[in-house]
């Protein structure tokens, strides 16, 4: 596993894991991208169900400044546009959750 592969399995685990957010909000078609070539920031993606506010999450996470990035998007099918409904930087690990549900008004919990 490359750094940047673990890098985004921590993300999702910062959330909840994979099985988790597949479970509780319909997440689908995870992925990650090394965006420099050299794992220092990597930027994470999920689709979910469920919120009118938004149904794409992007995260971002920089190592050099140990901080994430979170951006919501809001992605229409039938016109395949894409509008960002929120973005956020400097966000700590342990925000993430919190973040999320406050901004979807979806939980990643029971």
Known sequence: MTNAQTTAET?????????????MIGAENFSFNDVHGNGESVETSFYFKASKVANLCQIRYDVAIDNYT?????????TYSVKKVYSTWGVEGSQLIELFEKETGLYLSL
């Open 11 to 23: 993300t999702l685990n910062q959330l909840g894991g994979t099985n988790k957010l597949a479970a």
């Open 70 to 78: 979170v951006e919501l998007f809001k992605f229409s099918k039938k």
